[in-house]
Nanobody, 123 residues
Framework: QVQLVESGGGLIPAGGSLRLACVWS????????MGWFRQAPGKEREFVAA????????SYADSVKGRFTISRDNAKNTVYLQMNSLKPEDTAVYYC????????????????WGQGTQVTVSS
């Protein structure tokens, strides 16, 4: 049974930084690609960033490129999302997810999901 548990969300003023973490338990972590998605109130869930199994390849949504960094520590079964220069429009519930291959941006390609962590950026 795979479990993903996110942490690190909170309330932060615009321009600040947060680091989200997602801890994996269950099957072998380092065979899966990992992604971060977010969902704002009244909006669809959207892709934020993804990283392949080794950490050697990453992908980002245009809206976060240059501000967010995804990374992973396979020894700790953890994927991170470092978020800098936060904006009010980054306010959302952030979810981590696992995919079996590649660095997909499509929700349907992710097999496992966490419960989410709330990030609120005040103006």
């Amino acid at each position: 049974q795979v479990q993903l548990v996110e942490s690190g969300g909170g309330l932060i003023p615009a321009g600040g930084s947060l680091r989200l973490a997602c801890v994996w338990s269950g099957r072998t972590f380092n065979t899966y690609s990992m992604g971060w998605f977010r969902q704002a109130p009244g909006k669809e869930r959207e892709f934020v960033a993804a990283i392949n199994w080794s950490g050697g390849s990453t992908s980002y949504a245009d809206s976060v490129k240059g501000r967010f960094t995804i990374s992973r520590d396979n020894a700790k079964n953890t994927v991170y999302l470092q978020m800098n220069s936060l904006k009010p429009e980054d306010t959302a519930v952030y979810y981590c997810a696992a995919a079996r291959s590649g660095i997909p941006i499509e929700i349907v390609k992710y097999a496992y999901w966490g419960q989410g962590t709330q990030v609120t950026v005040s103006s």
